[in-house]
């Protein structure tokens, strides 16, 4: 089973930049995309950023121009790096994969989730 795990959260201060990884373990037999969402308490997931297998990315509007998502298939792992980061900004932000097994099959892992906090 594939185990994305996400890394770079932390506590940073209005204007800051933070760079998130997501790393998955497992065997998958092909992507068909990964991204980043957020979530702050009493409020649904959103979608932040995702990348396609084909290297397309798509940006929630409120990110454009501040964060870019990317990807290095070798090293099996999403990044996101965050620029200009606002108070509005802080949220638990999780990794998804979205991929094909070698059994066929569909699958969605979502990874645990690291806090990221703007605030002076």
């Known amino acids: 089973q594939v185990q994305p795990v996400e890394s770079g959260g932390g506590l940073v201060q209005p204007g800051g930049s933070l760079r998130l990884s997501c790393a998955a373990s497992?065997?998958?037999?092909?992507?068909?995309?990964r991204g980043w969402y957020r979530q702050t308490p009493g409020k649904p997931r959103e979608l932040v950023a995702s990348?396609?297998?084909?290297?397309?990315?798509n940006y929630a509007d409120s990110v454009k121009g501040r964060f870019t998502i990317s990807r290095d298939n070798a090293k099996n792992t999403v990044y996101v790096q965050m620029n200009s980061l606002t108070p509005e900004d802080t949220a638990v932000y999780y990794c998804?994969?979205?991929?094909?097994?070698?059994?066929?099959?569909?699958?969605?892992?979502w990874g645990q989730g690291t806090q990221v906090t703007v605030s002076s």
């Open positions: 990348i396609s297998a084909s290297g397309s990315t």
């Open positions: 497992g065997r998958i037999f092909s992507i068909s995309d």
């Open positions: 998804v994969y979205r991929y094909t097994g070698f059994d066929g099959y569909e699958y969605v892992h």
